[in-house]
């Protein structure tokens, strides 16, 4: 992991439990950066701020498998626990992380029962999200992917896309082709518009 901030007003998210705030080591992340690989032993926990760390793994041919995206969450919390990490972790786009130490954090969990509640259920939201990302990709069409995508993700009709759509096309599991000619057909038809990286529910049902 890169080296901390050295500019000071770093805080971590307000929202955060007072004693995982106090634990919070801040980082930049940096394109090309490893966070960590597999099968070291974990020492750290880690949420992305900002920016994207993507976790991948070869598989037996040699092809790499990008097993999730995290843009905004906790990083390695499966590993908390674990002897090893279970896969290499990746930053694809600048931005900034916190890290917590494992040991401490541990501690802190068993000692609070509120910072284990809090744990918990923020564990559990991402666990959600997981779980709809894997319905999304057993389902056939890139049509039912896309929408799905702005049903489950979007706020209000509206999704935030990333910057890159191969990227977007990536996370749906298409080619960016196929994303690009599904989005063209959805807009023709009404079903969605795109403006300014965000797409939105159009006037008409899928």
């Given amino acids: 992991m890169s080296a901390a901030w050295a500019g000071e007003g770093a805080n971590a998210p307000a929202d955060w439990p007072l004693a995982l705030r106090a634990l919070a080591h801040p980082h930049r992340l940096q394109a090309g950066q490893t966070v960590f690989s597999r099968g070291e032993a974990p020492e750290r926990v880690f949420w992305i701020e900002q920016g994207e760390v993507r976790l991948q793994r070869a598989s037996a041919e040699g092809r790499l498998i990008v097993l999730q995206r995290v843009r905004q969450g906790f990083l390695a919390e499966a590993s908390l626990q674990a002897p090893s990490y279970h896969c290499d972790a990746w930053v694809a786009h600048d931005g900034q992380a916190w890290s917590f130490a494992r040991a401490p954090l541990l501690a802190a969990l068993a000692e609070s029962s509120p910072l284990a509640l ?84 159009g006037d008409t049902s899928a």
Avoid: I, M
Avoid at 164 to 191: F, H, I, M, N, S
């Fill in 118 to 201: 809090w744990w918990a259920t923020r564990l559990a939201q991402q666990l959600r999200e997981a779980r709809l990302r894997c319905e999304r990709l057993s389902l056939h069409t890139a049509r039912e992917r896309v929408l799905h995508a702005l049903e489950t993700e979007g706020r209000d009709g509206v999704l935030a896309l990333p910057a890159l759509r191969k990227d977007w096309a990536d996370e749906l599991g298409l080619t960016p082709e196929a994303l690009y000619r599904t989005l063209a057909a959805l807009q023709r038809e009404g079903v969605v518009a795109l403006r300014d990286g965000k797409l939105q529910r």
